[in-house]
């Protein structure tokens, strides 16, 4: 299994209120993502980001911002978080942006 | 936009029947295509990557073909078993080479 570590694994939180999840890999990959899982939606890209300090938008990037200050470390923020932002979120890696990617266990972070 | 579809939503099969799950894309300008599977509550494990210059890749029992002309690709799975029922999905890699674009995935559940 690639060595990819969300956390938390679930959150509960209340709507306004900030919120980061931390994704940790132990691969020295460059490329790392966030997405978005829903019923009826399926995956959806939110952030990805290629190389340290180096990031960009996706799909359904509103409301959301991230940070990579280190290769092993991807944070992603919701600044205040909203209902609709109750989700459940994958982080994935991949050594080039067309190699084979790789997924977390994902969290549940549901907003009330 | 690239847009990934998958065809059906879900399957019902008996135990040891051979299966074709099946991924159609819009846009045939793909890196390459990768099939994953994903078990309730967990995250995404890669089953299988073909690269955009290669027509199947094969691993145990599953083997997944690619038709880039005409935008498909098919997961076949021989003698079907209880563990195999899950969620499988299949994503591609954007022209940009950067990040997967996912369908939603068909549920597939095995019966003894």
């Known amino acids: 299994d690639a060595g990819i570590t969300q956390s938390p694994r679930h959150k509960v939180t209340e709507t306004g209120t900030p919120v980061t999840l931390r994704c940790h890999q132990t691969?020295?990959?460059?490329?790392m993502y966030w997405y978005r899982q829903d019923p009826g939606h399926g995956l959806r890209l939110i952030h990805y980001?290629?190389?340290?300090?180096?990031?960009d938008k996706g799909e359904v990037s509103d409301g959301y911002s991230v940070s990579r200050s280190k290769t092993e470390d991807f944070l992603l923020t919701l600044e205040s978080a909203t209902s609709s932002q109750t989700s459940v979120y994958f982080c994935?890696?991949?050594?080039?942006?067309?190699?084979?990617?790789?997924f977390g266990q994902g969290t549940r972070l549901t907003v009330v | 936009k690239q847009e990934v579809t998958q065809i059906p939503a879900a399957l019902s099969v008996p135990e040891g029947e051979n299966l074709v799950l099946n991924c159609s894309f819009t846009?045939?300008?793909?890196?390459?295509l990768q099939w994953f599977r994903q078990d309730p509550g967990k995250g995404l494990t890669s089953l299988l990557l073909i690269q955009s210059s290669q027509r199947e890749q094969t691993s145990g029992r599953l083997n997944a073909s690619l038709d880039k002309s005409s935008g498909r690709s098919t997961l076949y799975i021989a003698a079907s078993q209880p563990g195999d029922s899950a969620t499988y999905l299949c994503?591609?890699?954007?022209?940009?080479?950067?990040?997967?674009?996912f369908g939603k995935g068909t549920t597939l559940s095995v019966s003894s």
């Open positions: 691969e020295n990959h460059r490329y």
């Open positions: 846009d045939s300008a793909i890196y390459n």
């Open positions: 994935a890696i991949s050594e080039m942006g067309a190699t084979e990617a790789f």
């Open positions: 980001s290629y190389g340290v300090k180096d990031t």
């Open positions: 994503a591609v890699v954007d022209q940009a080479g950067t990040a997967l674009i």
